[in-house]
């Protein structure tokens, strides 16, 4: 689950880092009123779940609280890489003087948490991670020692921070790993981490996901989630009780499994495909369940077609068979849909789709292949 950047700096704010006083608006006249308020000049920032808002122009400096007003009423009801800003945060604005980088998140291949520290933050971080991996200093953590004094001095040094910098920075990323471990989170992270030229640290922007599947232990985050603010297949599949990911290809997936829906979409990409999505239905295939994915993957307009991926075990194969027939039968279905079905009672389940206009399949390579073929044809 993504949160907005205020939401991160208050929860930042409760672990000890200073963050600029500000406060959220979402009418231009509003904007005024806080700039009014804080009596300086202010920066006015899109509140949306993505980065790069500096550069698509989702963040504006404002000397008075008219400028406040005008430049919020351009940026609220803009356009952000497909989400609309709907709230703005208004906050006193920072001297820069130097930009650094700070954030954890999980090591996957070495099954840690890293730390990752660079003097090269703002908003070209991303660049610096592709072209100049060398700027940004990781340490990885031990789960059971969490992160050590040491470890934050080795990566201040090792990322080359300022000398002011190297001083301030423990007291954030000792924040920043106690709420990364309390939350949950799968990323935290402050970017940029503004020297002023005043030389003081203070965190200009915040970023906080926390693991979906860690949500049923923060039921007090809950009401943080904007589903406004995500894909919106991916919140009705949410709503649904779906396992369902939006992958932005033509090819609809639907499988039993979650390893076994990885590997369909790993064989459709090897038939020349493009998966629009991951779907695992989970043990056995009931009609409604059934139906109900597929008319969530064909909500998707861009889906051209739809494969099955369905291992009998405890479920029988005519059963499932069954579900699926009975699931589309009650979906006007405009689009070609193979069915690779194989377990207990494969043979009984391929008898009942041979009466239907589903097209078997029997190994996951045909039907990666069958689909891929009929989509380009529809
Ligand atoms: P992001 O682009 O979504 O990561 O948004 P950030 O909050 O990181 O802001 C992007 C950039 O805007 C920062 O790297 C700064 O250079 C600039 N910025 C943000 N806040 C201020 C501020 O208070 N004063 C000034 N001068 N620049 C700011
Ligand atoms: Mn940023």
Redesign the pocket.
């Known amino acids: 689950m993504k949160i907005h950047?205020y939401q991160a700096k208050q929860v930042l704010a409760r672990y000890g880092v200073p963050v600029?006083a500000g406060e959220v608006a979402t009418t231009p006249a509003e904007v005024r009123a806080i700039a009014e308020k804080l009596g300086k000049?202010?920066?006015v920032?899109?509140q949306v779940h993505?980065?790069?808002?500096?550069?698509?122009g989702?963040?504006k400096?404002a000397d008075t609280p008219d400028e406040a007003e005008a430049v919020a009423s351009r940026i609220l009801g803009m356009d952000i890489k497909g989400l609309t800003v709907e709230k703005v945060l208004v906050?006193?604005?920072?001297?820069?003087a130097r930009?650094y980088y700070l954030g954890i998140t999980l090591d996957r291949g070495a099954q840690r948490n890293v730390l990752m520290v660079s003097a090269a933050?703002?908003?070209d971080i991303e660049e610096v991670a592709a072209e100049t991996p060398e700027k940004i200093a990781r340490v990885l953590i031990d789960p059971a020692l969490g992160l050590r004094d040491y470890q934050i001095r080795d990566a201040c040094y090792a990322a080359g921070l300022d000398r002011e910098a190297i001083a301030g920075a423990g007291k954030f990323l000792k924040a920043l790993y106690q709420t990364y471990i309390d939350m949950d989170c799968s990323l935290a992270e402050i970017?940029?981490l503004?020297l002023t030229a005043e030389g003081t640290l203070i965190a200009?922007?915040g970023?906080i996901n926390i693991d979906d599947n860690a949500m049923y232990r923060h039921a007090d985050l809950a009401d943080l989630a904007e589903e406004g603010q995500d894909n919106p297949l991916e919140a009705e599949a949410h709503r649904r009780g779906l396992q369902y990911v939006y992958l932005g290809g033509d090819i609809g997936i639907i499988g039993n499994g979650a390893g076994l829906v990885m590997g369909t979409l790993d064989e459709v990409k090897d038939a020349g495909g493009t998966p629009a999505n991951f779907l695992d239905i989970g043990g056995g295939a009931k009609a409604e369940v059934v139906a109900s994915a597929l008319e969530l993957v064909l909500m998707d307009p861009n889906v051209k077609g739809v494969l099955f991926n369905i291992f009998g075990g405890i479920t029988r194969g005519d059963e499932v068979a069954r579900g699926i027939i009975a699931g589309s039968a009650r979906l006007n279905i405009q689009v070609p849909i193979v069915v690779r079905l194989t377990g207990t009672n494969e043979a009984e389940g391929r008898a009942l789709l041979a009466q239907t206009t589903l097209v078997p399949a029997e190994t996951m390579q045909e039907a990666a292949a069958k689909i891929v073929e009929l989509a380009r044809a529809a």
Not at 50 to 56: I, T
Not at 91 to 96: F, K, R
């Open positions: 950047e600029p000049r202010v920066v920032k899109s993505v980065g790069g808002r500096g550069k698509a989702g963040i400096l906050e006193e604005a920072l001297n820069i930009e933050g703002g908003v970017n940029p503004v200009a922007d970023k």
